[in-house]
């Protein structure tokens, strides 16, 4: 028996290391399936929390208490995402919720005469297909990958039937669903009284909070869309934050130099969508 539990721990641990290394697809089809040890058919009861841990970069799922994770464990698909990539188009039903990991996801709201604005961002603090988990009507916006990514995916009805249960996950997803709110409030008052520059110093560490240190792959033409804003703003704004040392940028990517600078050269609305952010954990 502890022979076969070390191979079971050693096995989901090379498996999960082999997801994360696994390269982003180029875009053709939503969600990619990466190696994975979910799903292979192991009993969930004989990986040991260490093991586990290795599962939960997302930290709604890392928050869940080992009892409850155990449960979603086997129903766990890791997936790579692409940028650009649409999870939910408008009004279609939500088949699967998406706990990202290293993807950062937009929800965007299209407007009549054709231009699109973000209305929230989700990276490795929380999910998509809240709303389905709730049974509330489909959302009118698009969910789209701006980051791409890992992340773990799980069909709705077995979330809701976990949601159903009363326990860790209801209370986390509540509480979750609160701090979602305060969010989309703030990005409202945001979208409505700041500056482009402003706005987009907030919005970069939003994404740097949920991508790390690694380089953004974005483009201002990207940038422009989900600030709801003219591409020559972004690209004036990005100018002067890159000749004054605060991100570097070639054509495509961008990196954070100056964190604190950044900082100091964001709207007042930065510190409560961080304690947004961290409110999770």
């Known amino acids: 028996m502890n022979n076969d539990l070390g191979r079971t721990n050693d096995y989901a641990r090379m498996q999960t290391r082999e997801a994360r290394q696994a390269p982003a697809p180029n875009g053709n089809g939503a969600g990619q399936r990466a190696p994975s040890a979910v799903g292979f058919g192991f009993d969930p009861q004989w990986v040991r929390a260490d093991s586990l841990n290795e599962l939960r970069a997302n930290r709604l799922l890392g928050a869940l208490p080992a009892e409850d994770f155990s449960r979603l464990f086997p129903h766990l698909e890791p997936v790579s995402l692409a940028a650009g990539e649409v999870l939910y188009k408008l009004d279609a039903e939500m088949r699967h919720a998406y706990f990202p990991e290293t993807a950062v996801i937009s929800h965007l709201h299209i407007l009549s005469e054709g231009g699109m604005t973000e209305a929230d961002m989700v990276g490795r603090e929380g999910m998509t297909g809240l709303s389905a988990v709730f049974g509330a009507p489909a959302p009118t916006y698009l969910t789209e990958v701006s980051l791409g990514g890992s992340a773990l995916r799980v069909r709705v009805e077995t979330l809701r039937q976990e949601f159903a249960?009363?326990?860790?996950?209801?209370?986390?997803?509540?509480?979750?669903?609160?701090?979602?709110?305060?969010?989309?409030?703030?990005?409202?008052?945001?979208?409505?009284?700041?500056?482009?520059?402003?706005?987009?110093?907030?919005?970069?560490?939003?994404?740097?909070?949920?991508?790390?240190?690694?380089?953004?792959?974005?483009?201002?033409?990207?940038?422009?869309?989900?600030?709801?804003?003219?591409?020559?703003?972004?690209?004036?704004?990005?100018?002067?934050?890159?000749?004054?040392?605060?991100?570097?940028?070639?054509?495509?990517?961008?990196?954070?130099?100056?964190?604190?600078?950044?900082?100091?050269?964001?709207?007042?609305?930065?510190?409560?969508?961080?304690?947004?952010?961290?409110?999770?954990?």
């Not at 972004?234 to 054509?251: H, Q």
Request: charged share 25%; glycine share 8%.
């Open 165 to 281: 249960r009363g326990g860790a996950l209801q209370q986390l997803l509540h509480r979750y669903a609160s701090g979602r709110i305060a969010l989309l409030s703030r990005r409202a008052v945001c979208n409505g009284n700041h500056r482009v520059e402003e706005r987009l110093c907030t919005w970069l560490l939003m994404v740097h909070d949920r991508a790390g240190d690694a380089p953004l792959t974005l483009t201002h033409e990207r940038i422009s869309r989900h600030l709801g804003t003219r591409r020559a703003g972004v690209t004036s704004a990005a100018t002067v934050l890159r000749d004054r040392g605060v991100i570097g940028y070639t054509r495509g990517h961008i990196r954070v130099l100056d964190r604190e600078a950044l900082q100091a050269a964001a709207c007042e609305c930065y510190p409560a969508v961080r304690e947004s952010f961290a409110a999770v954990a």
